[in-house]
């Protein structure tokens, strides 16, 4: 007989999965949104910012996207890599929000008021069971979609998850009566199954062929999308580098000298291309590390200099970052290591990268080596934003990002961790971290002298 426990550790798992099908609809809805307010932000800045030239490019807009109430222009007040979302508001019966983006080359934002009925229609669709609910609401806790489940029905099971980028909180809950029904009907069918035990055999000894069938199907699929994925990264590195190759020769001043603005443009262009380089590199080590492809050439290696190279390789990024950056040598003796060079060097350039990237202005990371038993000890130390403790679990998952991170839209993947595990391993060591948020984390490496 189930425990209540496993009742609702059941129905947390389907709730969760709905939960990020729903919040995934949510995100590509609102980057759809911001993706056409920028293409309008350009168009106006074309426009040189003439007053009617202005009022005609965004009646045109209005025309184009029918979701948007108005568009106007604003004193500015964002960074340039920054979006302001208002919280929801209720206009002539629906459901709307406020967006606000920032005009390049100017000192405007660009607001604009957008209909959410397309998003809520989305949510609508999803079901959960017959007595379960869907709830989205945003920061400020106003309600966007949905109700939770009358009372009347007893306790429920509850799952919430974040919209990334977004600060939309989306919860599923479902009565446990509900989940209690669905687990009795797997109990009298297994009770069924006990009374014709001889039967049950039988039938699957006649169905062992299908079975085994199913199993390799399903192994040909799992084969056949990570071929998949790595087809299309290498489809889309080529397209890539010769983005970067043209813009490069642009900003060099190749095809002659710029204006500020041109500039401005094709450096977010570049920065843009860079990101989406790193981010097929990274899909494409995490599909030859599933596959088994992600080849080790191990040898013996000073792990000192090897460190000390990767720290001064990374010094031009912390002071664009106004972060200082330091390595404390160690005092005994290191031996060499057995190691993949360039696989443990990308583990170290992915923790200090990290550590740069999410701390704070005038901020620091250490970097520390030492002997530790049988093994080496290395960490990456900073001074940064640091991680939830309730999400430490999931830190070495793939496309995983702190929700602290997320809300100060930190550019990142997800992905740099869950490849800095599978390394460590590899080398027959492992990673550990410790983490306050606001305050900072340490990620340490331990690896085995051989």
Known sequence: MPFIEDVEAAAERYQFEMARRVVSQAQFFMEKKLRAMSLLAVDIVEADLLRKKVE?????????????????????QLALDEYFLGPVLEIDGEKAVAIKTPV????????????????VAVFRSEKVGKLGKIIVIDNQGNVIFGHHPDPALGEVVSVTVQVPNVGWLVTVEDPVVEAWINKYRAINLALILMLVGLAFVVILVINYRKLLG??????????????????????????LASAKWNLKTLLDGDWGPLTKKQKKFLERGYESNEEMIGLVDNLLQITRIEEGRFGYKFVRADLVKLLEKTINSLRPQARSSKVVLFFRRPIEKIPQLYLDTEKITMAFVNLIDNAIRYNKPQGKVEVGMARWNKGVRVWVKDTGVGIPGGQLHKLFSKFFRAENVVRQQVRGFGLGLYIVKNIVERHGGRVEVESK???GSTFTIILPIK
């Open 56 to 76: 005609l490019i965004e009646k045109k807009f209005l025309e184009r996207q029918p979701d948007f109430l108005k568009v106007n222009l604003v004193p500015g």
């Open 104 to 119: 390049a080359g100017s000192d405007f934002d660009l607001e604009g008021e957008v209909l959410l009925r397309e998003v």
């Open 214 to 239: 199913i199993a390799l199907r399903e192994k040909q699929l799992g084969q056949a999308k990570s071929e998949y994925i790595s087809l299309m990264t290498h489809q889309l590195r080529t397209p």
């Open 437 to 439: 948020e606001g305050t």
